[in-house]
């Protein structure tokens, strides 16, 4: 298993790609870390979440939770 300080400097190439900007970056999951990123951040609402959407870079999802409180 990968020792997650890896993802922290930088020593693992990016794995994903964004569903939204197509950006690449780590995803601690299938990069075989414990946990990703990710977890750490707070949940979105499912409306916020797309149908057939996978994985959002870290810029892409913090857009999306700025946008949490934001009117439908």
Known sequence: MTDPSTVLTGQL???ERCS???ASFVCGYVAGLPECWCASQPLLP???ILPDQHCLCPACLQKRQAHVQAPD
């Open 46 to 48: 499912a409306r916020r």
């Open 13 to 15: 190439r990016p794995v």
């Open 20 to 22: 939204e900007c197509g």
